[in-house]
């Protein structure tokens, strides 16, 4: 189970970093967090929230209490996420699915290292 873990957390560490960077001043994030009706202060927090929790997962790899800690980060980050696309902007489900997913992914690594704490 050790190897899907720390698979799981590679693909997680690596996507938030892609994610995380591109709230930083890409156009297309500037106009969906105007669409979310969330300020730039925001997508430039949840930005660095992304690559905090992408860095501590990775460190994870090798020490499962970090595993934990980035799980929990990005599992919160995720939860609002859905928040916002299902509650605030009343997007369908399905523009919802890519943080729901990385949510579950995310409750995933916490659970796997969990039994580590």
Request: cysteine-free; glycine content about 6%.
């Given at each position: 189970?050790?190897?899907?873990?720390?698979v799981l957390q590679?693909?997680?560490?690596?996507?938030?970093?892609m994610?995380?960077?591109?709230?930083?001043?890409?156009k297309?994030?500037?106009d969906?967090f105007?669409?979310?009706?969330?300020s730039s202060?925001?997508?430039?927090?949840?930005?660095?929230v992304?690559?905090?929790?992408?860095?501590i997962?990775?460190?994870?790899?090798w020490?499962?209490?970090?595993?934990?800690?980035g799980?929990?980060?990005?599992?919160?980050?995720?939860f609002?996420?859905?928040l916002v696309?299902l509650?605030?902007?009343?997007?369908p489900?399905v523009?919802a699915?890519?943080?729901?997913?990385?949510f579950?992914?995310?409750v995933?690594v916490?659970?796997?290292?969990?039994?580590?704490l």
């Amino acid at each position: 189970m050790h190897i899907f873990s720390i698979v799981l957390q590679s693909i997680l560490a690596i996507g938030f970093l892609m994610f995380g960077f591109s709230k930083f001043g890409s156009k297309q994030m500037v106009d969906e967090f105007k669409r979310y009706k969330l300020s730039s202060a925001m997508r430039n927090f949840t930005g660095f929230v992304e690559v905090i929790a992408a860095a501590i997962i990775f460190i994870g790899i090798w020490n499962d209490a970090y595993a934990v800690v980035g799980g929990v980060l990005m599992a919160v980050t995720m939860f609002f996420a859905v928040l916002v696309h299902l509650v605030r902007v009343k997007d369908p489900v399905v523009k919802a699915m890519m943080p729901i997913i990385l949510f579950i992914l995310a409750v995933v690594v916490i659970g796997l290292n969990w039994n580590t704490l």
